[in-house]
């Protein structure tokens, strides 16, 4: 029996084993994402003999080179560039208006439409472009402001008859939903849709929705074609190789973004001009905290909340990323800030109702209510949302 066994042991150790491992290895590797910007046998022959405008920044990237420097190369008549909030190089403060100008290192004319007039580009802007190509990496949040800069060009192609194409990317934060839908009577620069805060769509399919809902003015359609991505659906969890902002510096500030934001509108830091930009929160009169920062000066938050100021509170920054995911938008965070600097209604401004979408949030904190609590109050627009976005979906939930 001992004679027989060893062989036996020797064929499965040097014949089976082999394949069994090969197997699982093959069943574990997942194909590498492919965005849009990526295919461009997809895309470039859309643009052959046609003047184009690209909305992007330094997250529209190919590889290693800007999306822009790559469409010039295959000759391809980029005859501006539109550039959102933070600039086409992605470097101005949150909020700072950046002035139209020419692209140093391409010759192109960057066209700003952060602060400029709600109607731009206007009718002569327009008439010299046939399509817009967008290309731009968005975060999945209701306040993050490029998908608002995206609608205002899908505004102005409907009106003008021009046409959008949308090379997409992933979401880093599609692979959940949470959140109140806006209140449109809160709409804003940092909410311009009855959608939830985190709402779980990549560009792509959010413009299909905007078209399909009729959400553009006077409910009109723009001429849209999406470049969809390729091995990614929402499960998949998805690293930015570029920063998209200045602020957001780390996968970790992009997860902890939904549950952070609304300390904007407080008078806690949550951490613009450190390393560790929305990881953290305090305030000087936080007592009682070991953890301690102080803001200062740098690219991106010149001048940050509560500059020069030692600052105590908390550092999230090594939290695992499973627990920030299970949580989803989680408001224990304002909440301690709220009870620890004890200063009733005044720890709130106005722009928090902007961020959250909705007046209850605030009433249900001074009312002493948990994260839990006010989070089931918005379970039933979680639900109705994923219904109704399901149609525009391009990848599987």
Not at 33 to 57: H, I, M, W
Not at 109 to 131: C, H, N, Q, T, W
Not at 367 to 382: H, L, P, R, T, Y
Request: aromatic residues 10%; charged residues 25%; proline residues 5%.
């Amino acid at each position: 029996m001992k004679h027989l066994f060893r062989p036996l042991f020797v064929l499965f150790a040097y014949i089976i084993m082999p394949l069994f491992a090969s197997h699982l290895c093959a069943s574990e590797h997942k194909a590498a994402v492919v965005t849009g910007a990526e295919q461009t046998n997809a895309y470039l022959k859309l643009l052959k003999g046609k003047r184009v405008a690209l909305f992007s920044n330094q997250s529209g990237r190919i590889g290693d080179r800007l999306t822009l420097d790559v469409l010039l190369e295959h000759h391809v008549n980029v005859v501006t560039v539109f550039s959102p909030e933070h600039g086409f190089r992605g470097k101005a403060d949150a909020g700072e208006k950046v002035s139209s100008s020419v692209d140093e290192q391409t010759g192109v004319r960057v066209f700003s439409l952060y602060g400029a007039a709600k109607d731009a580009p206007d009718d002569a802007e327009m008439k010299k472009i046939d399509v817009i190509v967008t290309d731009i990496q968005d975060v999945g949040l209701r306040f993050y402001t490029y998908y608002i800069t995206m609608m205002r060009l899908m505004n102005r192609c409907a009106e003008c008859g021009k046409e959008m194409i949308v090379l997409d990317r992933p979401n880093p934060n599609g692979f959940y939903v949470d959140g109140p839908l806006l209140n449109m009577k809160y709409a804003s620069g940092v909410g311009a849709l009855p959608i939830p805060i985190v709402h779980g769509m990549t560009l792509g399919e959010l413009a299909r929705m905007i078209n399909g809902e009729h959400w553009l003015k006077s409910g009109k359609r723009c001429k849209l074609t999406v470049i969809p991505c390729k091995n990614y659906t929402h499960q998949t969890r998805y690293d930015l190789p570029v920063a998209p902002s200045p602020n957001l510096p780390n996968m970790k500030s992009v997860y902890l973004y939904p549950s952070l934001c609304y300390f904007e509108a407080t008078p806690v830091s949550v951490g613009r001009g450190t390393d560790k930009a929305f990881q953290i929160f305090g305030h000087p009169d936080m007592k009682g905290y070991a953890f301690s920062f102080t803001p200062e000066s740098r690219t991106g938050a010149k001048n940050p909340p509560l500059l020069g100021k030692r600052c105590y509170g908390r550092d999230l920054s090594q939290m695992n990323d499973s627990v920030i995911w299970a949580r989803k938008i989680d408001l224990s965070y304002v909440i301690e800030a709220y009870r620890a600097l004890n200063i009733g209604d005044r720890f709130f401004s106005s722009f928090f109702e902007k961020l959250m979408g909705v007046d209850y949030v605030r009433k249900m904190i001074e009312e002493g209510k948990n994260a839990d609590e006010i989070s089931k109050m918005w379970q039933d627009d979680v639900e109705k949302f994923k219904i109704q976005r399901r149609k525009y979906l391009l990848y599987e939930e």
